[in-house]
């Protein structure tokens, strides 16, 4: 396993965290204005960002990285946003139930399409490439 690729991925990671949190400590409305700018146009933020965890996920997996690893990691992040994001499910479920959940679906086809390709992946990985 190449573990350069994955100390730069986590640094980069580390340094991101860190410039956030202490904005927000510092000058919690430059974070604000920071995220109006970077979501001022959504369609290139998504494709930058679906880009990006291209890239990422290239890394990974030249460092050595399975996916089925990657998916270990990613359970890990999932149960430590929802700690983050359980105080706001109820306003969340709220806006959700006002919304057509296949319009949402049509609009977010980018997204659950690049989700679905890599659960099948995984699924495959576990059922067919692991060793038993």
């Known amino acids: 396993m ?3 690729i994955t100390e730069i991925l986590a640094a980069t990671l580390i340094l991101i965290s860190l410039v956030k949190i202490i904005t ?3 000058n919690p409305s430059a974070w604000i204005g920071f995220l109006k700018r970077f979501y001022a146009d959504t369609l290139v933020t998504k494709f930058v960002s679906l880009a990006s965890a291209g890239i990422v996920l290239y890394l990974l997996i030249r460092s050595g990285l399975d996916i089925v690893q990657i998916f270990a990691v990613c359970l890990f992040l999932f149960l430590l946003i929802l700690v983050g994001l359980a105080p706001y499910v109820p ?3 709220a806006w959700v139930e006002t919304q057509d959940i296949r ?3 049509k609009e977010q ?3 659950v399409s ?3 390709a890599l ?3 995984g699924i495959y990985t576990l059922l067919f490439s ?3």
């Open 91 to 93: 306003r969340l479920y």
């Open 109 to 111: 086809w980018l997204y």
């Open 2 to 4: 190449n573990s350069l």
């Open 119 to 121: 659960l099948l992946w």
């Open 130 to 132: 692991l060793p038993k």
């Open 114 to 116: 690049a989700w679905i």
């Open 103 to 105: 319009q949402l679906l």
């Open 24 to 26: 927000i400590l510092a």
